[in-house]
């Protein structure tokens, strides 16, 4: 707190005292600025009562406390670096109205540093940890939240809540000793052609699973841009070898209960040019993280496919490459993934467990396009300017519908546990699609594409495999 500065006002420094995590200077001087920007709104509007009430309190039976869902930022010369960056960053999530006073994406500016309200507040006062809107849910009670899409945005701290991983519930499987020395053959239809279809397109879910949170339909993108996080995936949080197993006690002793760990990198990225691997695979730690066409060498949030080289790289890969641009963000959230096109182009998806869910065949490549520009509801007297692209984001792998299926599969034996890895890999390409539609009918004949390997149910779909034991159906020379 020694980097306050003497004229800092009373109120500000109270509010800092409760203020979570411990921050270097530069950044416990912009939380003093983040403050400072929410008191002055505050007291505007006689609600800087409420707000300590809430803070030291820390009681969700608080009243709301708002704030104009976006400001204008800081105007800069047209000319210059900061003012063509400026002029780019009309980024993501708010179809709204053009307004002389309010931002098109819903961020709030301080200091240079964009983010939404809710979560800067959020992350101040509750959740240092906190990476994304994709992490909160609002109470019930909240009337402003920021999912509602009203005027004001409610930033009481205590009228959100974290959204937590589901715990899934262990597979039964009968006790085995005998170990596979070798697999059946995985049907990863390679000899059939993917039908397409295209995202968003009045889809209706199959399962019968519960959607569960975050609903992943607004992006905030450049929202920690400038906000290095450290908080990386508990390899521990999902399974103790030490705790008691409840289930262990109920179940049959023919039976054994396989549980899933959540491991330390949660995926696994190979990217490829057409039927070559390329560079190293990257191994994510990080809830969000993306794929992107730049060259950034050590961000454990980014996969900068502009570094990697390739000797045998032709005509049409660098064309595609200077195309990724942005690429593809990834949400690992609640126990589910998310697939949110950034690029001005395209990308194609394969991922048999989103197509199991909208009753597609598995091979189905879903074309996600780039952000797209809606107009407004009503025609408005403000002066023109372009809209924010509304983001849609593509969820492609559930850890409760897997789970379910999971179980289901013990029962079918052996073979039908294994097909179930296929389900743990997800094909993406940049700009060109495959499939049907296409000349290209294979992923290996786009020009850059990556393959994402899902660790948490591999391993556990290793476990359970283990248990297993054998398959019924022998392999032998002669087979």
Same mark, same amino acid.
């Given at each position: 707190?020694?980097?306050?500065?003497?004229?800092?006002?009373?109120?500000?420094?109270?509010?800092?005292?409760?203020?979570?995590?411990?921050?270097?200077?530069?950044?416990?001087?912009?939380?003093?600025?983040?403050?400072?920007?929410?008191?002055?709104?505050?007291?505007?509007?006689?609600?800087?009562?409420?707000?300590?009430?809430?803070?030291?309190?820390? %009681?969700? /039976?608080?009243?709301?406390?708002?704030? $104009?869902?976006?400001?204008? &930022? =800081?105007?800069? #010369?047209? @000319?210059?670096?900061?003012?063509?960056?400026?002029?780019?960053?009309?980024?993501?999530?708010?179809?709204?109205?053009?307004?002389?006073?309010?931002?098109?994406?819903?961020?709030?500016?301080?200091?240079?540093?964009?983010?939404?309200?809710?979560?800067?507040?959020?992350?101040?006062?509750?959740?240092?940890?906190?990476?994304?809107?994709?992490?909160?849910?609002?109470?019930?009670?909240?009337?402003?939240?920021?999912?509602?899409?009203?005027?004001?945005?409610?930033?009481?701290?205590?009228?959100?809540?974290?959204?937590?991983?589901?715990?899934?519930?262990?597979?039964?499987?009968?006790?085995?000793?005998?170990?596979?020395?070798?697999?059946?053959?995985?049907?990863?239809?390679?000899?059939?052609?993917?039908? %397409?279809? /295209?995202?968003?397109?009045?889809?209706? $879910?199959?399962?019968?699973? &519960? =959607?569960?949170? #975050?609903? @992943?339909?607004?992006?905030?993108?450049?929202?920690?841009?400038?906000?290095?996080?450290?908080?990386?995936?508990?390899?521990?949080?999902?399974?103790?070898?030490?705790?008691?197993?409840?289930?262990?006690?109920?179940?049959?002793?023919?039976?054994?209960?396989?549980?899933?760990?959540?491991?330390?990198?949660?995926?696994?990225?190979?990217?490829?040019?057409?039927?070559?691997?390329?560079?190293?695979?990257?191994?994510?730690?990080?809830?969000?993280?993306?794929?992107?066409?730049?060259?950034?060498?050590?961000?454990?949030?980014?996969?900068?496919?502009?570094?990697?080289?390739?000797?045998?790289?032709?005509?049409?890969?660098?064309?595609?490459?200077?195309?990724?641009?942005?690429?593809?963000?990834?949400?690992?959230?609640?126990?589910?993934?998310?697939?949110?096109?950034?690029?001005?182009?395209?990308?194609?998806?394969?991922?048999?467990?989103?197509?199991?869910?909208?009753?597609?065949?598995?091979?189905?490549?879903?074309?996600?396009?780039?952000?797209?520009?809606?107009?407004?509801?009503?025609?408005?007297?403000?002066?023109?300017?372009?809209?924010?692209?509304?983001?849609?984001?593509?969820?492609?792998?559930?850890?409760?519908?897997?789970?379910?299926?999971?179980?289901?599969?013990?029962?079918?034996?052996?073979?039908?546990?294994?097909?179930?890895?296929?389900?743990?890999?997800?094909?993406?390409?940049?700009?060109?699609?495959?499939?049907?539609?296409?000349?290209?009918?294979?992923?290996?004949?786009?020009?850059?594409?990556?393959?994402?390997?899902?660790?948490?149910?591999?391993?556990?779909?290793?476990?359970?495999?283990?248990?297993?034991?054998?398959?019924?159906?022998?392999?032998?020379?002669?087979?």
């Amino acid at each position: 707190m020694s980097s306050i500065l003497p004229f800092t006002p009373p109120i500000v420094k109270r509010l800092l005292g409760w203020k979570k995590g411990e921050q270097n200077g530069q950044e416990e001087k912009w939380c003093e600025k983040a403050v400072k920007s929410l008191v002055k709104k505050l007291k505007k509007t006689g609600q800087l009562d409420e707000l300590e009430k809430a803070i030291t309190t820390q %009681n969700v /039976n608080t009243k709301c406390i708002t704030i $104009p869902r976006g400001e204008c &930022p =800081e105007a800069l #010369p047209a @000319g210059s670096i900061a003012g063509r960056r400026q002029a780019k960053s009309t980024s993501l999530l708010l179809s709204l109205p053009p307004h002389p006073c309010r931002s098109l994406d819903g961020r709030l500016q301080v200091s240079h540093r964009k983010g939404l309200p809710h979560v800067i507040y959020c992350r101040l006062w509750r959740w240092p940890d906190l990476h994304s809107h994709h992490e909160l849910r609002a109470m019930e009670l909240c009337e402003f939240a920021f999912n509602m899409k009203k005027d004001e945005v409610c930033v009481n701290p205590y009228h959100y809540q974290r959204v937590e991983t589901p715990v899934l519930p262990p597979v039964l499987v009968p006790r085995h000793t005998e170990i596979p020395a070798e697999f059946p053959p995985l049907d990863d239809y390679s000899h059939s052609i993917p039908e %397409n279809t /295209n995202f968003p397109a009045g889809i209706e $879910p199959q399962s019968n699973i &519960p =959607e569960t949170p #975050p609903p @992943g339909y607004l992006s905030e993108d450049g929202e920690t841009s400038d906000h290095q996080m450290n908080h990386s995936m508990d390899a521990g949080q999902m399974c103790d070898p030490g705790a008691p197993d409840p289930v262990a006690c109920l179940v049959s002793p023919d039976l054994q209960p396989v549980t899933y760990c959540e491991p330390a990198f949660w995926c696994s990225i190979s990217y490829y040019e057409l039927n070559q691997r390329v560079g190293e695979t990257f191994h994510a730690s990080q809830p969000s993280m993306t794929v992107d066409g730049f060259t950034d060498p050590s961000n454990s949030e980014r996969f900068c496919l502009g570094l990697l080289s390739n000797v045998n790289r032709n005509a049409a890969v660098e064309l595609t490459r200077r195309h990724i641009g942005r690429g593809v963000r990834l949400y690992y959230i609640g126990g589910e993934v998310f697939a949110e096109c950034l690029s001005d182009s395209a990308i194609f998806v394969q991922s048999p467990n989103c197509n199991q869910r909208y009753g597609w065949h598995p091979a189905t490549v879903c074309k996600i396009p780039p952000g797209q520009s809606s107009p407004p509801p009503h025609p408005s007297p403000a002066p023109t300017a372009s809209l924010a692209p509304v983001r849609c984001n593509l969820k492609i792998f559930n850890n409760q519908e897997f789970a379910a299926l999971l179980a289901q599969s013990v029962n079918q034996g052996f073979e039908a546990v294994y097909q179930l890895t296929r389900m743990c890999t997800i094909r993406m390409s940049f700009v060109k699609g495959w499939g049907a539609e296409y000349r290209r009918q294979t992923v290996t004949s786009t020009p850059c594409w990556i393959e994402l390997h899902l660790n948490g149910p591999l391993q556990w779909l290793d476990k359970v495999l283990t248990q297993m034991g054998s398959p019924s159906i022998r392999c032998s020379s002669v087979s």
